[in-house]
């Protein structure tokens, strides 16, 4: 076989070199001796049975060889075939610039791989992947071209119609009007839409997949891992997102569906390795909310108005009952005196003290069964944060025709409390009203009110201040007591609020206080402990 006189580049194929070793029957059998008969014979049946179109050209790449694959791929029989020019195969719409690029390759002594589109005999045009191998003699010189190739047709079909459904898919994907997003079983984001990537700058949450996750996690508890093992989806998971320093407050509204894919990699070939993806949908619906929240403020206001209409009367009437009872008191204490000196001069005097005495007490019992019941509402876990929210916004007209700049700097995660939503709801409008009221009185030039949450270990704290003319230390203590006010009395200035705000602070076990540090205006610190548990009195 050394004595063959046609020798391969280094690069060349095995093919290559099983057909070189062929090139006695090709180009003469003056090199072979008899011994080596057998194993050409061997070498020429293998390259004419082996699964691959295979042609050798001349220099000029007039076919000379074609084995029996490449008259099944082609069409061609070697009848037909041989002495014609490869171009035979061309389907014409191949760029000239590829076989200017094969051309130089090949000429050039090197190999060439690529894609052609070829005609079959039939005239059905097929993807050819062809290599083309030089064969050079022993001074290095081209004297053939072998060419291998496979009609890949089918291959590229398949592998063109993936690339086009992933096209789809993304376009489907992007062109929606939510924010997608693929996670993997490590929370890692394998796919996602435009508008998810608009929420990573939008939203100064990090990952925002990451931050729903968390916030899904937490609400769903055991029912995550549940619904996660059972492939189970779930939907309309909506959570408020505060941004931090900003006063735009987004909802959202999550969905997720998991699903199960196969590995691919090729040592998951003989093992039916599978991995968990989920596809996580946030939908922003801040305007629906907004316009839900529209109406819920114009509900709260209408209830809100009720209830200082009969906060009015309770504080009228309990007013009343406190001025009564000076009188009454002096009254009793004379009618003892005149009962202890037992003459009977001041007989006619003592009944009508006694009369004046029994009708002021049918009085006080009559107005006590007058003053109204403020209405019972159920004990629920209550985001203050929200109350806050509501209570600015339904104070919104008098803050804005005063000029008043509101700080709002809620906590963005607050956790929630157990309570009454409206009894919080009137504690903080106690507040913030009073709050506004002495902004306006203070005539001062800064016209500011600052409402903070905050939370620790124990407790959440929220905080109400104002820049108003604040509270003198030595009155501090008497703000809480009942029928004090600062201001003129009369309507909803009977001097409650604040004692109704301690009491509703109190039945919350929480803690209510001035705060000593503020210098300017006034601040109320308001803590609730962060305890699950359902506060006392207002079961
Ligand atoms: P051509 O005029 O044949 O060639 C176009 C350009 O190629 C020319 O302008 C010239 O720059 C260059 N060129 C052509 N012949 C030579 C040469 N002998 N030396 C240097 N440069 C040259 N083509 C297919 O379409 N399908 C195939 O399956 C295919 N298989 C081939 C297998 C082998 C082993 C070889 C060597 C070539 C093969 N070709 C194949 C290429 C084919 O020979 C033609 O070059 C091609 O089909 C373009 O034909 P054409 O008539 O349009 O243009």
């Known amino acids: 076989m050394k004595k063959n006189s046609l020798r391969f580049l280094q690069t060349h194929t095995n093919m290559a070199s099983v057909i070189s070793e062929l090139a006695p029957d090709l180009f003469g059998e003056k090199y072979i001796d008899k011994g080596e008969r057998m194993l050409y014979s061997l070498f020429i049946e293998a390259v004419e049975q082996v699964p691959i179109a295979i042609s050798i050209t001349d220099k000029k790449a007039k076919i000379l060889y074609v084995n029996e694959e490449f008259s099944r791929v082609t069409g061609y029989q070697p009848a037909d075939i041989l002495g014609e020019n490869e171009s035979i195969l061309s389907d014409k719409r191949t760029p000239r610039e590829v076989y200017y690029d094969l051309w130089r390759t090949i000429s050039s002594k090197k190999i060439w791989r690529g894609t052609l589109c070829n005609r079959h005999k039939s005239g059905e045009p097929y993807l050819s992947d062809l290599t083309i191998a030089p064969m050079l003699n022993e001074s290095g010189a081209i004297t053939h071209y072998i060419g291998m190739h496979r009609d890949i047709t089918k291959t590229y079909e398949s592998e063109k119609k993936v690339v086009n459904q992933k096209l789809l898919i993304e376009s489907v994907i992007n062109s929606s009007p939510i924010a997608m997003v693929v996670l993997d079983d490590q929370d890692r984001v394998i796919l996602d839409n435009h508008n998810y990537k608009a929420l990573v700058s939008d939203l100064d949450k990090g990952e925002p997949a990451t931050y729903f996750l968390q916030l899904l996690r937490e609400e769903m508890g055991d029912l995550w891992a549940q619904l996660q093992s059972k492939e189970q989806g779930f939907n309309h998971r909506e959570f408020r997102v505060e941004s931090k320093g900003n006063q735009r407050v987004r909802w959202f509204s999550c969905a997720g569906n998991w699903f199960v894919e196969k590995e691919v990699n090729a040592d998951a070939f003989f093992e039916n390795v599978s991995k968990h993806y989920l596809i996580l949908t946030l939908t922003d619906i801040t305007r629906q909310r907004r316009q839900m929240e529209e109406l819920h403020i114009q509900t709260l206001k209408t209830m809100m108005a009720e209830d200082e209409r009969v906060r009015g009367i309770r504080e009228t009437l309990l007013g009343a009952m406190h001025q009564i009872q000076m009188p009454m008191n002096q009254i009793r204490a004379a009618e003892q005196i005149l009962r202890h000196r037992k003459d009977d001069q001041h007989a006619g005097l003592l009944q009508i003290l006694q009369q004046i005495q029994q009708s002021g007490e049918e009085a006080v019992v009559t107005m006590q069964k007058c003053i109204p019941e403020i209405l019972q509402t159920a004990v629920i876990p209550i985001n203050l944060n929200q109350i806050l929210h509501e209570v600015l916004l339904l104070t919104n007209q008098r803050i804005w025709s005063n000029d008043i700049e509101v700080q709002w700097q809620p906590l963005a995660e607050l956790p929630a409390i157990l309570g ?92 209510i206080e001035i705060d000593p540090d503020c210098e300017q205006g006034c601040r109320f610190k308001i803590s609730f402990p962060l305890r699950r548990q359902v506060p006392k009195g207002i079961e």
Do not use: W
Not at 481 to 510: C, D, S, W
């Open 420 to 511: 009454s939503e409206n009894r919080l709801r009137i504690l903080f409008k106690q507040l913030i009203d009073n709050a506004i009221e002495a902004i306006c009185e203070s005539n001062g030039s800064e016209k500011r009110l600052k409402i903070t949450t905050d939370t620790d270990a124990e407790l959440i704290y929220v905080g109400i201040e104002d820049s108003g003319l604040g509270i003198p230390v030595e009155k501090r203590a008497k703000v809480f007591e009942p029928f004090y006010t600062t201001r003129p009395m009369g309507g909803n200035q009977a001097g409650m609020g604040l004692v109704m705000a301690k009491e509703i602070v109190n039945q919350h076990q929480g803690f």
